[in-house]
């Protein structure tokens, strides 16, 4: 069969590389892609926001299956448009995408099924808003309501930061996604990042993950996409995995089902583990980023098959295997990130690197200028290896980030030091 997947980041190009180990695959193309996926697909200019060009290359390339990756084109409908056209895909439906692309829909949702999550308050108007956060306590958390690429959150500590934080949705900063706000109470824990496949009815637990969201050393300074990941994540212990399934995965699907509008793909719960048990951060309705580069890295069964199985209905009876291993990326980023990335610099030592056991190197943000590699991006490399611990596993990144020079780029030095202080005790999947 032929496969076309959406999307151009590291998360990409580690499904790309799971792909393409798959006996189903014919060919694989992937748009728009980047320099690392270049060697496994062939690169198309497809971006997933022309729903009609995608649909118009499929059928021109016989594609028998489309992945897509990002959000964006999930939350605007590609989804829907690939049903209507009757091309086979991989990814919610655009009321389904509504779990992430509105905070307020998933707070709702999680209110009417009982779904442990913070207390909240949702709102379209500044006053009311206002009003409402005058009685909070603190620190308290501001979101705006739809995509902000990561960027529409605001822990407040002081209730100045909080007014200013609804100052900037309301006044335009986000666009239309922050017109609508949400207050959320703060919850005070672990995070995890917990992956289950639905084909809208059925669920497949998937490995767990735990990402690193803060670009500096011992989680400080701004939030990014994620600077770094590992999977199993400690802290999900086989009970708190059951009681994230019952309590929060399982009531979600059935609750979709319910209200018409079933998921079918993999939804991704970014959890806080607190002391009452797991709760609800966010939903988001496509694989992480860069938590897929783990869960890639230690997925022993044929990836394209549980792709197809999800989009088929075809879950009740499926399983997947899991490398018992560890496996631990490092995001290598532009400088500057995240605010302006600086683009273009050249990176050099890129197969030495590869080399290193255990290791594979997905890129997230590269281009092809004749033989040189250039970053292209904000996280521009996903450096990741595999081991029979949490610490084999970090050496063996760090050992390969050694043997790359790039002065344009940097990385955290310490992922994974969590799951490492905890005696790198593994968790069951
Ligand atoms: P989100 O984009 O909703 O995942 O939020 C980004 C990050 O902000 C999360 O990964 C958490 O670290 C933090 N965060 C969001 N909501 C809360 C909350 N209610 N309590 C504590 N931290 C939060
Ligand atoms: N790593 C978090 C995300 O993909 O949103």
């Not at 701004?222 to 009531?251: H, K």
């Not at 302006?340 to 590269?366: C, N, Q, S, W």
Request: aromatic share 6%; proline share 4%.
């Amino acid at each position: 069969m032929n496969v076309l997947l959406i999307g151009s980041g590291g998360r990409e190009h580690a499904l790309a590389w799971a792909i393409s180990a798959s006996p189903l695959l014919d060919k694989l193309y992937c748009g728009p892609g980047n320099a690392g996926i270049a060697d496994l697909a062939e690169l198309v200019a497809l971006t997933g926001a022309d729903h009609k060009a995608v649909v118009e290359f499929a059928r021109r390339h016989d594609i028998g299956f489309v992945i897509i990756g990002p959000e964006a084109p999930l939350v605007s409908g590609l989804g829907d448009t690939l049903t209507a056209a009757g091309i086979k895909h991989f990814g919610p439906s655009k009321a389904a995408s509504q779990l992430e692309g509105s905070k307020g829909f998933t707070k709702d949702l999680c209110r009417d099924l009982g779904i442990p999550t913070g207390a909240y308050g949702r709102f379209s108007q500044a006053s009311a808003a206002r009003a409402y956060l005058a009685r909070q306590p603190l620190p308290i958390v501001v979101k705006a309501d739809g995509l902000a690429a990561g960027k529409g959150v605001v822990i407040a500590q002081t209730m100045a930061e909080a007014e200013a934080a609804l100052d900037a949705c309301f006044s335009g900063a986000f666009g239309q996604a922050g017109s609508e706000v949400v207050i959320e109470e703060f919850l005070d824990g672990e995070e995890a990042s917990f992956f289950a496949l639905s084909d809208g009815n059925h669920v497949l637990a998937l490995a767990t993950a735990q990402d690193h969201k803060r670009v500096g050393n011992g989680d400080t300074g701004p939030n990014t996409g994620g600077m770094g990941a590992y999977s199993p994540a400690p802290v999900m212990t086989p009970r708190m995995i059951e009681r994230t399934m019952t309590e929060i995965i399982q009531p979600t699907i059935a609750g979709m089902a319910a209200r018409g509008m079933p998921f079918k793909g993999v939804l991704f719960a970014g959890l806080m583990i607190t002391a009452k048990g797991p709760q609800l951060i966010e939903y988001n309705v496509r694989f992480g980023d860069p938590e897929t580069q783990v869960l890639m890295m230690r997925l022993k069964s044929d990836l394209l098959t549980a792709l197809l199985a999800t989009a088929d209905g075809a879950l009740a009876t499926f399983d997947l295997r899991w490398l018992d291993d560890c496996a631990l990326t490092v995001v290598m980023a532009g400088r500057g990130y995240p605010g302006t990335p600086e683009k273009g610099t050249e990176i050099r030592g890129l197969e030495a690197a590869g080399a290193v056991d255990g290791v594979e190197i997905f890129h997230a943000g590269t281009r092809r200028d004749g033989a040189r590699i250039l970053a292209d991006g904000g996280r521009v490399l996903n450096v990741t290896a595999r081991g029979k611990t949490v610490m084999e596993a970090q050496a063996r990144a760090y050992a390969a980030i050694a043997k790359i020079d790039w002065p344009g780029g940097f990385c955290r030095s310490d992922i994974g030091w969590r799951a490492i202080a905890r005696d790198a005790s593994r968790a069951s999947v």
